[in-house]
């Protein structure tokens, strides 16, 4: 990452934009292309018949309030870096990562739930509608866990003293990436609901 | 992520700006794991042209049994081992042969090959940048891409054998481990290196973006930006969104095949039984694979595009005829790729309204392709065309477009598919106007750059004698394809002798094998001129073309951070040749007007 640094000491930065925060919202888009595969091919499969409908589980309701708090914490905790507020700080981070866990948690709660209704992701009593629950929830779960690196990794560099109002690149990224996941969530959680 | 500590005090980045241009760097940071985007991109180069001869080498085994279906190959055993049965090749091992060669070609050659050299080594050098917005995710990118490579090598020789699919891996038949053996293990090592393949892809991509965007040199405007540039800007572009498409289409087929999922199987009987799969859609994937499959094919031909007419122009010594309408069709064929995938599915049993709507978008593609055709012979029209071997190569690039894309119109109609779907017309056509092309475009762009990438000249004997061979035995093997494609013969037949209708193309057939191994054989010039050429070629001076970009003002062997002083300032659009009262027929970028007093149009003297 010396590079970012040095091409950046050149002043020739045409775009306005810092460069690896253009980097992100472009991973950003990838991740919403893919999403947007997973919910087209679920839209194009269930108009064609034999699709098994269920109840989501009700915790999903709550984990949406958790990941909406998580995102509030994760604001919170970008301006008291830009007030140079350490100590909140960290313990905005802090709420926020544990906001983000209790978050997981409640998802693996919410596929307990499925497997209890008898909604399977593979085998023999497997539906597709099930299974596009499971990939949804999971991959979103897997870039949630991405995220929780991130905020573990500025946690790290905030008890270093490396996060405060002239550092503040690293927190920008992080809540700019940690609110798109709390977004994708919610648009998940309302196509479920809408297309159930 | 977690090494990224960038401040914004500006003093400090000049003293670690200093720092690094003293470093001296051991051979794993310099040649191995380095972070300069030449390096990188040579990285990419000899890994292409690598995978460029396998996937060759496999078409010249497939094709020998399509040229000479009566013959035992048993001089073929030492190499292939188990698959040559009694001197007859295996037939599934046709079928993962076809499978590999257009994987190959389409994803290791054409895809990583060509953007992961020309996109890397181009784009800072072209818009004045010291290197890529990240080095570090562009080294990922390579190795991720290195050991998508490795896997996909290894699935060569494992003893199920590669995948066996085909190309675009349909449903059911790649689902389903029992169907063939190259559904076995070389499908699921298929699906994890084109996994790795899609990270590596996405990695390049947004870092290929967020330079052109961010790095441009002072006066380096979107609309001064050589063409070459708008290219891979519009690929990576193309990239970004259709990959990760694939990427969602791969991971619900790796559900499918190993944790029992049915997205797209449903009521299928193996050897007499039921499988348990119930309730998927096969058609859904190939909705997934087109959409990315069809923007690839243009994340395969837009950088040449590029590079074709970058050569072109300096080349005929006079400015690229529309420059505006160049990089307008080139913005219009990106963003119909997205809206025209359904074409690959007009037999797939869609309502026949909707593949006319696929029909009449996919053949608006004529005219931005038409655009770009009539803008490269404008051209050429009436230049002071200089022959180098990157020029014939360009030339002919424009020659087997125009000739691949013809027959685009044909196939694009969802009636005349019915008739041509998924025969050897179809394999024309694409070989043409994307593989073939793409090829010369390759060619043209490692024969244009080589005295920036080693400093030395390729040599244009050899270069002439590869170019010409290369060029007909590309029109020998391909027009041929045209007619049995007509008659109906259709793609991936690994025995077509037993059909009356076909045999009469029994010699015509071997023409085309006999064609395509002189095509092949042609190719060791290259690589003996291009090898030879990086040791023992004629020195390069700075600007061997009289080239107008900004690359050819660096040294001749450029260091890390590309030029040695301060990055040149862009005044002009790189392609002022031959202009009237100018002392030389070209004028590069960095010349500001105020030096060309007695060629300034009227309205560049206020800018003097």
Not at chain 1, 27 to 34: A, E, F, H, K, P
Not at chain 2, 169 to 192: D, K, N
Not at chain 2, 357 to 380: D, E, G, H, Q, R
Not at chain 2, 579 to 591: F, L, M, S
Request: hydrophobic fraction near 50%; aromatic fraction near 16%.
């Amino acid at each position: 990452m010396d590079m970012v640094a040095k091409s950046l000491g050149e002043e020739n930065n045409t775009g306005g934009v810092h460069p690896l925060k253009f980097t992100l919202w472009l991973l950003i888009i990838s991740i919403i292309m893919m999403f947007a595969a997973f919910t087209s091919a679920y839209l194009v499969r269930r108009a064609e018949g034999n699709w098994l409908e269920y109840d989501l589980p009700n915790i999903m309701l709550i984990n949406t309030v958790i990941i909406a708090l998580s995102s509030v914490t994760m604001q919170l905790a970008h301006n008291a870096a830009a007030q140079d507020n350490i100590a909140k700080l960290r313990l905005m981070l802090y709420l926020t990562f544990g906001l983000g866990i209790a978050f997981l948690f409640g998802q693996w709660n919410g596929w307990a739930e499925l497997v209890n209704n008898n909604v399977f992701f593979g085998g023999e009593s497997s539906n597709p509608s099930g299974s596009f629950m499971y990939v949804l929830t999971g991959v979103h779960g897997f870039h949630l866990i991405t995220g929780l690196i991130y905020v573990a990794v500025v946690i790290v560099s905030s008890l270093r003293y490396k996060v405060h109002s002239k550092s503040m690149l690293r927190i920008q990224l992080c809540t700019i990436y940690w609110h798109f996941l709390g977004g994708l969530w919610l648009y998940l959680y309302l196509f479920l609901r809408l297309n159930h | 992520m977690s090494s990224t500590d960038i401040s914004l005090n500006k003093d400090v980045h000049h003293a670690h700006d200093e720092h690094d241009h003293h470093h001296d760097q051991n051979f794993f940071e310099k040649y191995i794991f380095s972070q300069d985007h030449k390096v990188i991109a040579k990285q990419f180069l000899f890994a292409g042209i690598f995978w460029g001869f396998v996937g060759g080498f496999l078409s010249i085994i497939f094709r020998l049994q399509l040229g000479w279906p009566e013959a035992t190959f048993t001089f073929l055993e030492p190499i292939l081992g188990n698959w040559i049965v009694n001197g007859k090749l295996d037939p599934e091992f046709y079928l993962a042969l076809v499978t590999m060669h257009g994987t190959i070609m389409v994803f290791f050659v054409l895809t990583a090959g060509l953007s992961g050299t020309f996109s890397n080594f181009l784009i800072p050098l072209q818009i004045g940048a010291r290197d890529m917005a990240s080095g570090f995710m562009n080294m990922l990118s390579f190795w991720i891409f290195f050991l998508a490579s490795v896997i996909m090598f290894i699935s060569l020789f494992i003893e199920t054998g590669p995948a066996g699919g085909g190309w675009t891996v349909y449903p059911p038949l790649s689902a389903l481990p029992q169907a063939i053996s190259g559904s076995a293990m070389g499908m699921t090592l298929w699906l994890v290196s084109m996994a790795l393949f899609i990270v590596s892809q996405l990695l390049g991509g947004v870092n290929y973006i967020t330079t052109v965007i961010n790095l441009r040199t002072k006066g380096m405007s979107m609309t001064k930006l050589p063409l070459t540039i708008w290219a891979f800007f519009l690929t990576a572009i193309l990239g970004l969104l259709s990959f990760p498409v694939l990427f969602s289409a791969a991971l619900l087929l790796i559900f499918d095949r190993s944790f029992g999922t049915s997205f797209y199987l449903s009521d299928i009987y193996i050897a007499g039984e039921a499988l348990a799969h119930t309730g998927g859609s096969a058609i859904l994937f190939q909705h997934l694979f087109w959409f990315l499959g069809h923007p690839e094919v243009y994340i395969v031909i837009l950088p040449t595009f590029g590079i074709v007419s970058e050569v072109i122009a300096t080349n005929s010594r006079k400015p690229i005829f529309g420059y505006r309408a160049m990089i307008g069709s080139m913005l219009g064929i990106s963003l119909l790729s997205f809206v025209v995938w359904a074409h690959h599915m007009f037999v797939t049993g869609m309502n026949p309204f909707l593949g006319s709507v696929f029909m009449f978008l996919t053949l608006i593609i004529a005219v931005p392709s038409a655009v770009k055709v009539f803008n490269w012979l404008a051209t050429l029209w009436r230049g002071n065309i200089r022959f180098t071997t990157a020029m014939m190569f360009a030339i002919a690039f424009v020659s087997l477009f125009i000739s691949g894309g013809l027959t685009g119109i044909i196939l694009g109609n969802s009636a005349l598919d019915i008739q041509l779907h998924d025969t050897y017309f179809v394999i024309a056509h694409f070989h043409l106007v994307m593989g073939a092309a793409a090829f010369f475009g390759m060619f043209c762009g490692i024969y244009h750059w080589f005295p920036k990438m080693f400093g030395r000249m390729m040599d244009e004997k050899l270069g002439f004698v590869h170019f010409w061979l290369t060029f007909l035995s590309a029109y020998l093997v391909f027009m041929p394809m045209h007619y049995i494609g007509i008659a109906g013969f259709p793609r991936r037949y690994y025995s077509w002798t037993g059909f009356d209708a076909f045999n009469t193309f029994t010699d015509l057939n071997s023409f085309i094998s006999i064609a395509a191994i002189m095509g092949f054989a042609a190719q060791l010039i290259f690589l003996f001129n291009f090898i030879y050429s990086i040791f023992k070629g004629r020195r390069a001076t700075a600007n061997p073309w009289h080239s107008n970009t900004l690359e050819w003002t660096t040294p001749v062997n450029p260091g890390h951070g590309n030029w040695p002083g301060e990055i040149p300032t862009v005044y002009r659009w790189p392609y002022d040749y031959s202009k009237p009262g100018a002392a030389e027929d070209y004028i590069p970028q960095n010349v500001p007007f105020s030096q060309t007093q007695s060629s300034n149009l009227p309205y560049e003297r206020d800018l003097e």
